[in-house]
C-alpha cells in the first residue's frame, strides 16, 4: 500500500481526494490533513466578510467528501515537511511519513513590508479572518451610535485588485444593513478604497476595467487611485498622493493589496519565492519528483508569456485533476504522465454585489446582471464538482434572476 499525504483541503487539496480516492481503494491510502474540519469556498469570502452570506452557505465538512475506507482526515496545521526524509511535521499529531505528498496549503496575505498592515489591519483569507471582519464593522457601528465619532463609520479596503473590488461591492450591499446598527442614513456610512496603481484590474481590457471602476463609484464607494499607502497605524491609513502625504481615519481597515503562498513553503526549504514554487510540468517539485505543489503555493510558467498563471481557484482545480490521474499512474507503477499539465482559462468574472459584475467568459466580455448570474454559476460548478450532488443543492446559488 501507498501512502499519500494531502496538506490542505481548498480547491486544489479536496479535489485531488475526490479523485484520486475513487481510483486507488486497495492500492493506497491517503491521508489528508488540515487546520478545520470544513471545507470553504474561498472566492466567496468577502460575502461572508460584509455578513451578506453567513458562514454556512460557503462552508461544508470534510467528512462529507472522504470516503472513510481508502482516505483518513486528520484535523491538525501543518508546521513544515521534510522533502528529503519524505516526512510532514504537524502541530499535535507529531510526524507523518509519506510516499507522496501533496502540497496544497492556499495563500496569506501580503503586506509588502508596510510599516503596520499587519498589525492594524484586518485580513480576509479564511472564514475566521471574514466573520472578524463582520463582527468588527457591526461592533464599530455600535460604537458611532454611543460615541458619534464619524470614525466608526468610515470602512476602508487597501487594494483594488480583484479582491479589493468585489469586497467594495459587498461592503455596498451590506451598507444599509451598518446604517441601521448605526442608526444613520446608509449615505453616511463611507467605503473607500485606496489603491496605488492608476489603471485598475489589468486582467481584463481597458474598456471593460474601467467599466468595473465606474459600476463600483456608482454604488457611492470612493475610489483612491495613485494613492501609495506608506503605512496603517491604528484606526489610520497614511498614503501619499500626488507628491503629498495623506491620511484616512477608520475604525475598520481590511487588507487586500495582494497574497503571497503558505508559509509552510519556506519553513520547508523549498525553492521558492514569495511561498511559491516554480513546478514541472507533472506539478512536481523540480527537486523532489514524489512532492506535488498545487494552487496556490506553485508558479505553473505560461510558456507564451514567460510570466506564471495568476494563482486563482480555477487553475487551483484543474491541477488538482491532473495531480490525481499523475499520482493513479504512480501509484500503478506507471511512472509520471507522458503528457505535461495544460492550461487554458476559461475566463475571469468578478461580482460586484449579489446582483452585478462584469468579466470575461472565453473571449466574450460580460456586464451587469449577466456576469452576476455567470458567477453564480461558475460556484455552483465548483461546488458540485467537489461537493456533489449533496453539497449542490444545500449551498448553491439559485438566485440567478432579478
Ligand atoms: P485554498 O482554497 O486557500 O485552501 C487552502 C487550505 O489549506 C485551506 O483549507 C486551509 O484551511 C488549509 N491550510 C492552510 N494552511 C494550513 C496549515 N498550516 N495547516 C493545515 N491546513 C492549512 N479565484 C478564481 O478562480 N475566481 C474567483 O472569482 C476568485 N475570487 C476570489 C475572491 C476572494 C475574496 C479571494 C480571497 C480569492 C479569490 N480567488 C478567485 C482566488 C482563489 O480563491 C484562490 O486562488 C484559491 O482559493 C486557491 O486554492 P488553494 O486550494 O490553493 O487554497
Known amino acids: 500500500m501507498k501512502k499519500v499525504v494531502v496538506l490542505g483541503a481548498g480547491y486544489a487539496g479536496l479535489q485531488t481526494v475526490h479523485k484520486l480516492q475513487k481510483k486507488v481503494k486497495g492500492k493506497a491510502e491517503i491521508i489528508l490533513v488540515d487546520k478545520d474540519d470544513y471545507h470553504y469556498e474561498t472566492t466567496e469570502l468577502h460575502e461572508v466578510a460584509s455578513g451578506t452570506q ?7 465538512p470534510i467528512a462529507d467528501i472522504i470516503d472513510p475506507a481508502v482516505t483518513k482526515f486528520i484535523q491538525d496545521e501543518v508546521v513544515k515537511l521534510d522533502a ?15 510516499d507522496y505528498c501533496v502540497l496544497a496549503l492556499g495563500f496569506v496575505s501580503e503586506t509588502f ?10 485580513e480576509m483569507t479564511n472564514i475566521k479572518q471574514s466573520l472578524a471582519i463582520y463582527d468588527h464593522i457591526l461592533a464599530s457601528m455600535k460604537k458611532y451610535k454611543e460615541t458619534k465619532d464619524k470614525r466608526y463609520l468610515q470602512l476602508v479596503v487597501c487594494g483594488a485588485g480583484f479582491t479589493g473590488i468585489e469586497l467594495a461591492g459587498a461592503l455596498a450591499e451590506g451598507r444599509p444593513e451598518y446604517a441601521k446598527v448605526a442608526g444613520v442614513a446608509p449615505s453616511e456610512v463611507k467605503i473607500t478604497v485606496v489603491e496605488a496603481a492608476t489603471r485598475l484590474l489589468p486582467m481584463f481590457s481597458e474598456k471593460l476595467a474601467d467599466y468595473g471602476v465606474k459600476l463600483v463609484e456608482s454604488l ?28 484616512l481615519k477608520a475604525e475598520t481597515i481590511i487588507w487586500t493589496t495582494g497574497v ?60 488538482a485533476v491532473y495531480a490525481a490521474k499523475d499520482l493513479e499512474s504512480q501509484i500503478n507503477g506507471n511512472g509520471h504522465l507522458s503528457t505535461p499539465f495544460v492550461y487554458k482559462s476559461k475566463g475571469t468574472v468578478a461580482s460586484v454585489g449579489n446582483t452585478h459584475g462584469f468579466g470575461v467568459i472565453g473571449k466574450l466580455e460580460i456586464k451587469g446582471y449577466p456576469a452576476s448570474m455567470m458567477k453564480k454559476m461558475i460556484m455552483n460548478k465548483s461546488l458540485f464538482e467537489i461537493g456533489g450532488f449533496k453539497e449542490f443543492i444545500a449551498k448553491g446559488r439559485f438566485d440567478l434572476y432579478h
Open 54 to 60: 453567513p458562514a454556512l452557505k460557503i462552508t461544508y
Open 84 to 98: 528529503t526524509k519524505k516526512q510532514v511535521q504537524l502541530k499535535q499529531h507529531g510526524m507523518l511519513d509519506y
Open 113 to 122: 513590508g508596510i510599516k503596520g498592515a499587519k498589525e492594524n489591519a484586518l
Open 220 to 247: 457611492d464607494v470612493e475610489l483612491l487611485c495613485g494613492a501609495k499607502i506608506s503605512e496603517v497605524a491604528p484606526g489610520e491609513v497614511v498614503y501619499e498622493k500626488d507628491d503629498q502625504t495623506n491620511s
Open 260 to 319: 503571497s503562498g503558505s508559509p509552510v513553503v519556506g519553513e520547508s526549504n523549498l525553492q521558492e519565492r514569495r511561498g511559491r514554487v516554480v513546478v514541472t510540468d507533472n506539478l512536481t517539485d523540480p527537486n523532489f519528483d514524489d512532492l506535488y505543489i498545487l494552487g496556490d503555493v506553485a508558479a505553473v510558467m505560461d510558456k507564451e508569456s514567460g510570466r506564471p498563471y495568476p494563482t486563482t481557484a480555477q487553475i487551483a482545480t484543474e491541477m
